[in-house]
């Protein structure tokens, strides 16, 4: 087994791009409007090239102060995008869905990076950043359904304690699904990178078990918290005088 990636060439990036291309023709053919999607593909592109870059240099940093930064960055990234779905968007909510990110993705990033896999030194790039990013970003896609979804039912004039439950279980399907689908339907992402890079697929698949609790657990931590941050406040009863 070789211990390096196979490079992809500029023309083999162009050509990835067709089923892409596929859909966009789909899309503008059958809803006439595209403009979506065509913007999420360019910023998609333009944010990995930059990415490319940064990494680089983050990578191969010392100073646990950048690395924070990083990590703060992504945190309001995170908060900010996981709002995108409502229609009713507030100053508070972000500020709710912001510590609902913190609060599920920072307590277990440090258990995962400090713990599990013992990183050294603590703020170790290779580790940190990708291992947030995964966290972060499950944390804010299952945030976003648990949003959308709950903005949906009380807009039906559902009580509280029924949409929280609601949508607390649909903004779950994703992830359970893919741990139903892993190793029978799909291969994950970083399982299937570390074995293009040479590594033996049972210590590929311990780091797969280890990134699926983390993500299961961020996802549901952070939309249990989020919904929770929302439950109405409960009415006093007037004071009565003597």
Not at 39 to 47: F, G, N, P
Request: charged content about 10%; glycine content about 6%.
């Amino acid at each position: 087994m070789t211990s390096s990636v196979q490079a992809i060439s500029v023309w083999g990036l162009v050509l990835s791009f067709i089923p892409a291309l596929v859909v966009l023709i789909i899309l503008v053919r059958w809803a006439e409007d595209a403009k979506g999607s065509v913007y999420a593909l360019a910023r998609m592109l333009i944010q990995l090239l930059l990415v490319g870059y940064v990494l680089t240099f983050i990578f191969t940093t010392q100073h646990a102060v950048i690395i924070g930064l990083v990590l703060s960055v992504m945190l309001i990234a995170a908060s900010w995008i996981s709002l995108r779905p409502l229609k009713a968007k507030q100053p508070l909510l972000y500020l709710k869905a912001f510590a609902a990110i913190v609060i599920s993705g920072v307590p277990i990033l440090a258990l995962v990076t400090q713990l599990v896999v013992d990183v050294e030194p603590w703020f170790q790039p290779r580790y940190v950043v990708p291992l947030a990013g995964m966290i972060f970003a499950s944390s804010m896609n299952t945030l976003s359904l648990a949003a959308e979804r709950y903005e949906a039912e009380t807009g039906q004039a559902e009580p509280y304690l029924r949409a929280r439950n609601t949508a607390m279980q649909a903004s779950l399907i994703p992830t359970i699904n893919s741990m139903l689908a892993v190793g029978l339907v799909s291969l994950p992402g970083m399982m299937t990178g570390q074995i293009l890079s040479g590594t033996p697929p049972l210590i590929a698949v311990k780091y797969q078990i280890v990134v699926m609790c983390m993500v299961f657990g961020a996802s549901g931590i952070s939309a249990a918290v989020y919904l929770s941050l929302l439950k109405p406040k409960a009415h006093q009863p007037p004071t009565t005088t003597e």
